[in-house]
């Protein structure tokens, strides 16, 4: 009888161990990328503002841009850049949600 102990816990263990493995792993988006992963990503400032009316912003991301960004601007480049460009102070959205992201770091910032 001793011996079935040994066997018994074996086979648990055998059992929990399969039922771990046997779960999808499920993968979800970062927060606020809910987009289609076939949508173009874009770049927002963490504060709100846009280089469209700003010279010296504009150029400051071309420069923060040139730094992180090592292949052309395909989606897989700019995730692969998403770590150095956040160090920098932008955020990487769905270009349909950009102009509302925008929106919603400048009433954080206060503007």
Known sequence: MNHRIPALIAVLAAVGLAGCMSRPV???APPGLSAPSNEPL???RKDGQSGR???ALADQ?????ADCVRAPGDNAALREA???MANRGYA???ASQAAARA???RRMAGY
């Open 92 to 94: 990487l959205v769905p």
């Open 103 to 105: 929106a919603q770091y």
């Open 42 to 44: 874009t770049w927002v």
């Open 61 to 65: 991301f071309a420069a923060d841009r």
């Open 26 to 28: 499920q993968v979800s």
């Open 53 to 55: 009316a700003n010279p």
């Open 82 to 84: 998403e770590a150095c």
